[in-house]
């Protein structure tokens, strides 16, 4: 079956400019999770979905990251007014629950903030 | 800071030996230890993961070892290939509870295996 994937592969931006990330779990997967990857660094968790539950932000950097999901479906991370240390992969992961169910995660979307 | 400590950042390995990577932990309510395999452009995929009631355990070619006193765990994989080379990430998380689907990972070791 097909796996999360992510849209855009790639993205060149501007800094000050916004950017919007788009993550398509695995059909059936209640559970939804950002992660970004910063080169030769572990990944860093962002924000956490379940189900119709409010989503777990602890992990946004600041206020200019956002992130929506609609039901148990698409989403979207905003990153408004980039900075150049917003330069990453951004990766989405979906498992069939929440808490230690195996995360899928998708190829990633590599952000180059100029 | 940084809660769950990796290394080495880089190994090479003849084909045929054996690749060990170490991780170590700080938080006693992580509970969950899995490691994930990354290939270039890819997303991390689940390699082998182990609770610490129990000591290790093994899937074919790969063996996680886990010692809870001093909040060890590490990662062998026999006969090394080059199709094994690759970088892997140890991670780590609560069993329940808050917080129970926030992996913490490591940084990453780049594994090369040379023919």
């Known amino acids: 079956g097909a796996g999360v994937s992510q849209s855009p592969s790639n993205k060149v931006t501007e800094k000050g400019k916004d950017v919007e990330l788009r993550c398509d779990p695995i059909s059936g997967h209640t559970a939804l999770y950002w992660y970004r990857q910063r080169l030769g660094q572990g990944l860093e968790f962002l924000i956490y979905?379940?189900?119709?539950?409010?989503?777990?932000k602890s992990g946004l950097p600041s206020d200019r990251f956002s992130a929506e999901r609609t039901g148990e479906s698409v989403s979207t991370l905003t990153i408004q007014r980039t900075q150049q240390e917003d330069s990453a992969v951004y990766l989405c992961?979906?498992?069939?629950?929440?808490?230690?169910?195996?995360?899928?995660f998708g190829p990633g979307t590599r952000l180059t903030v100029t | 800071q940084q809660q769950v400590k990796q290394s080495p950042q880089s190994l090479i390995v003849q084909k045929g030996g054996i690749s060990i990577i170490n991780c170590a932990y700080e938080?006693?309510?992580?509970?969950?230890f899995p490691w994930y395999q990354q290939f270039p452009g890819k997303g991390p995929a689940l390699l082998i993961a182990?609770?610490?009631?129990?000591s290790e355990k093994k899937e074919g070619r790969f063996t996680i070892s886990f010692n809870k006193s001093a909040k060890q765990f590490s990662l062998h994989i026999m006969d090394s290939q080059p199709g094994d080379s690759a970088t892997y990430f140890c991670a780590a998380s609560p069993r329940s509870g808050a917080g129970s689907y926030q992996l913490t990972f490591g940084k990453g070791t780049k594994l090369s295996v040379i023919p």
């Open positions: 938080n006693t309510a992580f509970d969950y």
């Open positions: 979905f379940q189900g119709n539950s409010a989503p777990d």
């Open positions: 992961a979906s498992s069939f629950r929440g808490g230690n169910y195996e995360q899928y």
């Open positions: 182990i609770r610490p009631d129990v």
